[in-house]
């Protein structure tokens, strides 16, 4: 793989746990076969052990010391305000898939520092904000290396540490209130959430999310590209003008997904 970074690139952390870097290496191959010149890494602490050669899959492996006890979010936040190699970073959760090409959303950062998507069900208040004032979400975040972004980064981290927060967003949320960052909120067919309820109207691009078969996921949400909602009970959508015959596919689907939830069972 190549050690030379491009101005712009791909960035996944992951502070440990082999679960993780396998999703990391299925994300990252999905992003290859969409976008054969992409330039992807990954930072993780210099102490963490996997089985997997990460220098397979990865153009480069950036190792960061970090303390072992300062957690996955923390470290996270830190990968993404200290070891990218590019202007222009795609950070990825490592539950991510790539059904399209998504290097046109690099083109954002040309006359924005951010670019991500609302968080489609997080509802935490944020303290001394508005009510309407509801998280980001930060599993995929497009960023420009300037020291306004890197200085939210920071804050970013103080947040989590004093707040304690559970979650990384509404931490997120405090250190930006301020910040007068110029961000673009992309639609969300770049960053589907679809273990949850959501619209779509034309292609999905990229998936968000653990399920037990995220291909098949890919093939049903796009399987149209109307105004559509999508049901993950049904691994399916529902439209405005569906047919008879597409109203009774969903029957059995109904029944199987209501099996595969209270049975636990894959498909």
Known sequence: MSTQSPEAGYLYAVSG?????????????????????AHASIAVPAHARTEIQ??????????LEYPAEG?????????????SPYEKTFFLDTDTYFID?????????DNHQICLRHAPCDMHEIPGEPDAYTPYNTGVILYRKDESVLSLFSDWKKSIEKRDYIRDQPSFMEALSDKGINLYVMRNNWNARFPYFEAYSGRV??????????????????????NRAWLPILESC????????????LIPRFFDGLRRRFLNTER
């Open 205 to 226: 691009h990229l998936l968000h999310g653990r399920w037990d078969n995220v291909e098949y996921v890919a093939e049903r949400i796009n399987a149209s590209t109307n």
């Open 54 to 63: 990460l220098e397979r899959h990865f153009d480069r492996v950036l190792e």
């Open 101 to 109: 090409n998504c290097r046109s959303l690099f083109g954002i950062l």
């Open 71 to 83: 957690g996955p979010k923390k470290f996270t936040v830190e990968a993404m305000r200290r070891a």
């Open 17 to 37: 746990g082999e679960q993780y870097f396998k999703e990391a290496i299925r994300s990252v191959r999905s992003l290859r076969e969409v976008d054969t010149n």
């Open 238 to 249: 529902i439209h405005r003008h569906m047919t008879l015959s597409e109203v009774l596919e």
